[in-house]
């Protein structure tokens, strides 16, 4: 039969065009099999509309639309997000963040558990956490999924409202409480913190640590030109001025005058910022500039390069 042809035919036709590897995940995606299916059955046939809807997603990827976009999901943290061409796709070496903001959330329960003597209940505990350029929402999605006590706090601000979109599905796919604002940076959260005025009448607050993640775009114009692997993602995800500090300049800006104007206490937050690992020295010198005596800790990624950058303040 001229029109029935087989799983086999078509992936021979496909690897002259794209790697073998991709051409079975893309046919996996289509025909809604494991991709193991795929190399189990090569005699499996296959629709004409099949064929030709694999040929269209073929052809995306052959003019380099990431994988991502053509599935619409990205795995991250062992997690599944929904992508699409608003978001930036999650990256394997933002995982650092998460895991090092989970292990922080663990020494305080762990400390906090040890201070409590028998009778005392915990109810008093908060956490908050608040990511900024959220894209997927991956970042907070994956800390609060992993916190066993689900004790957090947690909102999330973008400045695209179809990234805050996907978002928002996102967390509701895994059923994760998390409040989307719209916004530049922490201004969103203005009136959040207002509430902690410094001639606030009551100045008892609840006690609390605030976690502050950032995965902004950091990336240069030329960095971003010359590299054609990341030319189908959105520019303002990616790219910021001033050697690609400006977006993490503004932020810690923002957070000082926050610092300054009301009660939130600079000593119960951490900031987590996601670097270019040739940013390490010139952001060690923007955060001394704003907070002379922060402490500054940066960790490598498992590519051995400079990725995370950790700040307590003092
Ligand atoms: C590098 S992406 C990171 C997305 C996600 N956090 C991740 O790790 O995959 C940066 C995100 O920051 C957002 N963004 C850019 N400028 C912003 C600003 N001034 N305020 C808030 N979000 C911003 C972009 O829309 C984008 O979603």
Do not use: W
């Not at 104007?261 to 000593?267: A, D, E, L, S």
Request: one cysteine or more; hydrophobic letters at 40%; charged letters at 20%.
């Amino acid at each position: 039969m001229a029109f029935r042809i087989m799983i086999s035919q078509l992936l021979n036709r496909a690897k002259k065009i794209i790697p073998l590897s991709e051409a079975e995940i893309l046919l996996a995606y289509i025909l809604k099999k494991d991709r193991s299916y795929i190399v189990a059955h090569p005699e499996f046939p296959i629709s004409l509309y099949k064929r030709l809807f694999f040929y269209y997603v073929l052809k995306k990827r052959n003019r380099g639309i990431p994988i991502a976009y053509l599935l619409g999901h990205k795995e991250f943290f062992g997690i599944d997000f929904i992508v699409n061409r608003h978001t930036l796709i999650p990256r394997p070496e933002t995982e650092l963040m998460v895991e090092e903001v989970l292990s922080q959330i663990q020494k305080y329960f762990e400390q906090s558990h040890k201070n409590l003597n028998q009778t005392n209940d915990q109810k008093d505990e908060k956490i908050i956490l608040i990511d900024i350029g959220t894209g997927s929402g991956c970042i907070p999605i994956s800390i609060i999924k992993n916190i066993p006590e689900k004790k957090v706090t947690s909102i999330a601000v973008d400045t695209s409202s179809f990234a805050l979109r996907v978002a928002g599905r996102n967390a509701k796919n895994h059923n994760v409480a998390i409040t989307f604002l719209h916004g530049n940076l922490l201004e969103p959260l203005n009136k959040i913190f207002s509430l902690h005025q410094l001639d606030s009448a009551s100045k008892q607050t609840t006690p609390y640590l605030l976690f502050i993640t950032a995965n902004l775009p950091y990336l240069r114009t030329e960095q971003y030109n010359n590299e054609p692997s990341i030319q189908h993602e959105p520019r303002h995800a990616l790219v910021a001025q001033n050697n690609g500090l400006a977006l993490y300049e503004e932020l810690l800006q923002q957070l000082q005058k926050i610092f300054q104007q009301t009660m939130i206490n600079r000593f119960s937050t951490s900031l987590f910022l996601e670097i270019d690992p040739s940013q390490s020295r010139q952001i060690t010198e923007l955060i001394k500039k704003y907070f002379p005596d922060a402490s500054v800790k940066i960790k490598a990624d498992l590519r051995n390069q400079d990725r995370l950058v950790i700040i307590t303040f003092h």
